[in-house]
């Protein structure tokens, strides 16, 4: 399963489609989608009232940030459900706080210094009036191992 905030942010549309395409190269169905308001910061309401999903036959779920899945890793415990026993959490994003929390958060991380350089770059060659409009860069995530997905 997926919970997202909202997909009308681009960065929360890409990670999904990113997602789906995955599953779908690996023959794999979803699930279930929750969607959590953007800017919802009762992340325990939006996973309440979707507890019959959570409590279902679901093996794995893919939280689009790792806001999200510190969130949902405590509203499992709470719930008595083990992780990753019986359900494996991967959150995105690679905070700090992923690395220290029980059981440790497998996460996808992002070059955020690249990202940075890039971002200052395009800012320099628009206040120099050397923009390109069109231009689109992607920059490889990274897959950070920890605790919280079960061994297959």
């Known amino acids: 399963g997926i919970?997202?905030?909202?997909?009308?942010v681009r960065i929360i549309e890409d990670r999904y489609q990113?997602?789906?395409k995955v599953l779908r190269?690996?023959?794999i169905e979803e699930k279930f989608f929750i969607?959590?308001?953007?800017?919802?910061?009762?992340?325990?309401?939006?996973?309440?009232?979707?507890?019959?999903?959570?409590?279902?036959?679901?093996?794995?779920?893919?939280c689009i940030s790792d806001f999200i899945?510190?969130?949902?890793?405590?509203?499992?415990?709470?719930?008595?459900?083990?992780?990753?026993?019986?359900?494996?959490?991967i959150g995105f994003d690679n905070i700090n706080i992923?690395?220290?929390?029980?059981?440790?958060?497998?996460?996808?991380a992002q070059d955020i210094y690249h990202m940075g350089k890039l971002a200052a770059n395009l800012l320099i060659n628009e206040i120099r009036g050397e923009s390109k409009k069109d231009l689109k860069k992607i920059l490889e995530?990274?897959?950070v191992e920890r605790n919280s997905v079960k061994k297959m």
């Not at 899945?69 to 959490?89: D, E, W």
């Not at 992923?98 to 996808?108: K, M, V």
Request: glycine residues 6%; charged residues 25%.
């Open 3 to 8: 919970i997202s905030f909202g997909r009308k």
């Open 18 to 20: 990113g997602f789906i």
């Open 25 to 27: 190269d690996n023959n």
């Open 35 to 62: 969607e959590i308001p953007v800017g919802s910061l009762d992340l325990k309401k939006e996973f309440e009232k979707n507890k019959d999903i959570i409590k279902g036959d679901i093996t794995a779920v893919f």
């Open 69 to 89: 899945a510190i969130n949902f890793i405590k509203f499992l415990k709470n719930l008595n459900i083990k992780i990753p026993v019986q359900i494996s959490v």
């Open 98 to 108: 992923a690395n220290l929390l029980e059981p440790r958060l497998t996460t996808i």
């Open 141 to 143: 995530p990274k897959l």
